[in-house]
């Protein structure tokens, strides 16, 4: 498998071909994509920032780990490979939505991708890939949110659109273990 190629699919999330990832993001191809949220026993949610080296959206808040599968690779073991090289740990996820989105960057790069979101509680230590990530930070829901909205620029596009969905999902997760 190569880990340069990213599966390409039509809006239904039904693989059309593999392609090279910097050609699919040239291009602005659509293709699939995973995001992985990732909360503690406290209800923080985990962020990271981006590398200022990656080929777009470098230097922004983001959450834990975002990736693409490889070509032939399940989404699910894919985001939990990536879990284990990005951020050094491993724990249960689990699938709460998809979406589609589509962002243009400065640098003539373009994401159009289906979204698989994934979301899962980890409490460890974290031993970042440095080569993919600047920064870790643990903050609260209401503390994202303020700081998203005084400054939307210093978040990823696909963020700013999972967020309030993942924010209901949580939400609902803490209802549910209350009751």
């Known amino acids: 498998m190569n880990r340069e190629e990213v599966i390409l699919v039509d809006i239904n999330d039904n693989p059309t071909g593999v392609a090279d ?9 659509l293709h699939r994509a995973f995001s992985i949220f990732i909360f503690n026993t406290e209800g923080k949610m985990l962020l990271q920032r981006r590398a200022l080296s990656k080929y777009h959206s470098g230097g922004l808040w983001t959450n834990a780990c975002c990736s693409h599968p490889l070509p032939e690779e399940n989404t699910l073991a894919a985001a939990s490979r990536r879990l284990k090289e990005e951020l050094g740990f491993e724990t249960a996820i689990e699938k709460i939505f998809d979406f589609v989105y589509k962002a243009e960057f400065e640098n ?25 990530v600047m920064e870790m930070s643990v903050e609260s829901i209401s503390s994202i949110k303020e700081s998203m909205s005084a400054a939307p620029e210093n978040y990823t596009a696909w963020f700013q659109i999972a967020f309030p969905k993942v924010e209901a999902w949580w939400n609902e997760q803490i209802k549910n273990k209350v009751a």
């Open 108 to 132: 003539g790069l373009t994401e159009y991708e289906f979204d698989h979101v994934f979301a899962g509680e980890f409490d460890g230590a974290i031993n970042f890939n440095k080569e993919e």
């Open 21 to 29: 990832k910097m050609s699919a993001h040239l291009e602005g191809k």
